[in-house]
């Protein structure tokens, strides 16, 4: 369900670029880390260093456009909130929405995860001596 969120941000973001003659694509979104509630980021630092138009240091100039996206997108369905810090846009899910869909209980792993709970367990088994007895 968030992934299907996250395009159509992400579809927002290029039709901004577009009307703007900025790059498209340089925009990507990372999970934020919990911290009471669950969410996701964009930095705008890939998209403020190719904007030939920059009139600002490319920090305050992702700040900028992290704003400026903050106010076309708004408060997307399926969010609680939004804000603009840093140069990033950070969006954070509305949990509820998820547990009160009932059937769909199931947990969306990306291959990221995989990899990181793979290693994990590799690196407890090999500190632990239990690997190879």
């Known amino acids: 369900m968030f992934e299907d969120l996250k395009k159509q941000i992400i579809s927002k973001i290029d039709d901004f670029c577009l009307q703007r003659n900025l790059p498209t694509g340089k925009v990507e979104f990372r999970n934020i880390p919990f911290s009471g509630e669950w969410g996701m ?15 600002l ?3 305050l100039h992702a700040q900028a456009l992290a704003e400026e996206l903050k106010e076309i997108i708004g408060l997307p369905e399926g969010f609680t ?9 950070n969006l954070y899910f509305d949990t509820g929405i998820q547990r009160n869909q009932g ?19 590799a690196v407890f088994f090999i500190f632990s001596g239990n690997l190879f007895d």
């Open 41 to 55: 980021a964009a930095p705008f630092f890939p998209l403020a260093a190719a904007d030939l138009n920059k009139t």
């Open 57 to 59: 240091p490319v920090p």
């Open 81 to 89: 909130r939004s804000e603009a810090v840093k140069g990033y846009l």
């Open 103 to 121: 059937q769909n209980n199931h947990v969306e792993i990306s291959h990221h995860d995989c990899f990181a709970l793979g290693f994990a367990v």
